[in-house]
């Protein structure tokens, strides 16, 4: 599955060319690269980061996949790598970053993963990051190849045979030439054998088993030109394959369902019931004080642990989940759901929405939907936008409240369990609505100590809805905090 806003940039600015065509033909169609949503993996999860501040935006999201350690380091080592480079733009450190007001002019970029193949013994992720700083549209992508017959992680040029390379670039260059920007001879030279490794970052299958090979903006032709691609139809490809070429292409055009590597767990099945909530005892929260602890970005690694601990207390909370998150934790959505908690719907990667267009917007918000709708069987009725970042285009996508909060933890800033637990101790009111994030250790850990603390003062554990109880919500328009709630004064 591709990020929505991924394939959409890549649509828009690609400029294609299939092998063989004569240059000034019109340009095909961006033809539609296998992406497979591994939910066969047991114990597969992502890794996402972020920071909610409002003057440097950043998320990142990658895959830890069980079987394959070294293809989880690259991944990761590459995120961290990437990160870096966009902290020196931006003032040399996240904190410097951040300590940079630019008003809406905000750096941001967005770094996220695509399964290409993840059956048979062969796994394959496509990269792609945006920078909404750089020039052009800021995407760039990379694929990355494990091969579990060595259990390494190698690079795309990898699934061509070692002496069919030369032919391969032959094609390329072939399939590159009469593009507008592009220069025979300075492709050439990229694609030569000093170069290729570095030029040939990105070779993902089609569903019928054709090859797509991306090219970054400026890596072979100038860089107006934007992003170039050559696609080799399965024919073409076929006799160019290596060994590890040969498997991931069968696995593309007919995905597995299966990872055949050592120390894969077998996923349990997906919940297939609806997850109607028990019956709650009704709380009115004009008569009894309320709060609406909310929990940002997860599921994640710790979200069972929470979900524990908030049935100790009988306490309910508000979910936000991040669409991609959902969909490779399904069981916890569900098991959420299905113990009285709300899923709020927090957008598919995490983008500052503002940046994206109409239609980008509104599947970022329904891919959500589906993945939430998939594990519990109904759509959520909330949603927040990442960064609280809103405007009209949002507040119309949507469609539905978008509920912001009164009380900031900025518990991704901190990553300490006192200093959450006393933030929400000391300013926490009646009728509040209180951020925090699951995706952190350090803010699960904080959360027995914030219910006691809050219960011996006699607050309840509300869900937003909850919370608002009686109170008509309306669709496009933002709630931080019940201001009619009990106690509030
Ligand atoms: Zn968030």
Redesign the pocket.
């Known amino acids: 599955m591709r990020n929505g806003f991924a394939v959409l940039a890549l649509a828009a600015t690609v400029a294609g060319c299939t092998a063989g065509l004569e240059p000034g033909k019109p340009v095909p169609a961006v033809p539609a690269i296998r992406t497979v949503t591994p939910v066969w993996i047991g114990g597969l999860r992502l890794v996402s980061e972020?920071s909610?501040h409002e003057n440097c935006h950043w998320e990142t999201t990658y895959p830890a996949v069980p079987g394959a350690d070294d293809l989880t380091s690259t991944l990761r080592d590459a995120v961290h790598r990437r990160l870096t480079t966009f902290f020196q733009a931006n003032g040399g450190s996240d904190e410097q970053c951040q300590a940079l007001a630019r008003g809406d002019a905000s750096p941001e970029i967005s770094i996220n993963s695509d399964f290409l193949v993840a059956s048979g013994d062969v796994v394959g992720v496509e990269m792609t990051t945006f920078d909404f700083m750089a020039t052009g549209d800021g995407t760039s992508t990379r694929s990355y190849w494990f091969d579990g017959a060595t259990r390494k992680t190698v690079p795309a040029t990898e699934l061509i045979a070692g002496d069919a390379l030369d032919r391969f670039t032959e094609i390329l260059v072939n399939g590159l030439s009469g593009h507008d920007g592009v220069d025979t001879a300075a492709v050439k030279e990229a694609l030569g054998p000093d170069r290729r490794a570095s030029t040939l970052t990105d070779l993902a299958f089609t569903e019928s088993g054709g090859l797509v090979v991306q090219f970054d903006q400026g890596a072979v032709a100038a860089v107006p030109a934007g992003r170039q691609l050559v696609v080799l139809s399965p024919a073409d490809a076929a006799p160019l394959l290596s060994d590890l070429g040969r498997r991931a292409q069968r696995e593309a055009v007919q995905p597995g369902q299966r990872l055949d590597l050592p120390g894969v767990p077998v996923a349990s099945p997906a919940p297939t019931t609806t997850a109607a909530p028990p019956t709650a005892q009704p709380v009115d929260c004009l008569q009894v004080k309320c709060v609406a602890l909310t929990f940002?970005?997860g599921p994640g690694p710790y979200t069972a642990q929470l979900l524990t601990n908030l049935e100790q207390y009988n306490a309910h909370a508000t979910f936000?989940v991040?669409g991609q998150n959902a969909t490779y934790n399904a069981d916890l959505v569900h098991r959420a759901a299905a113990a009285g908690h709300e899923i709020g719907n927090?957008s598919w990667s995490?983008p500052s929405l503002p940046k994206l267009s109409d239609k980008d917007v509104r599947d970022q918000f329904d891919r959500t939907d589906q993945a939430v709708g998939k594990a519990t069987g109904a759509r959520p009725a909330l949603v927040?936008p990442?960064?609280g970042a809103l405007n009209d285009t949002v507040r119309a996508a949507a469609g539905r409240p978008l509920i912001l909060w009164s009380v900031d933890t900025e518990d991704w800033k901190y990553r300490d369990s006192a200093v959450v637990t006393k933030a929400v101790l000391d300013r926490t009111k009646p009728g509040d609505i209180v951020l925090m994030?699951d995706i952190h250790q350090t803010s699960v850990d904080a959360v027995p100590a914030i219910l006691a603390g809050l219960q011996d003062r006699g607050y309840r554990f509300v869900t937003v809805s909850q919370l608002f109880g009686g109170t008509p919500l309306t669709g496009g328009t933002s709630y931080d905090a019940n201001p009619g709630a009990f106690g509030r004064g």
Request: charged share 35%; net charge negative; proline share 8%.
């Open positions: 972020n909610e940002d970005d936000f991040v927090h995490h927040r990442p960064y994030h």
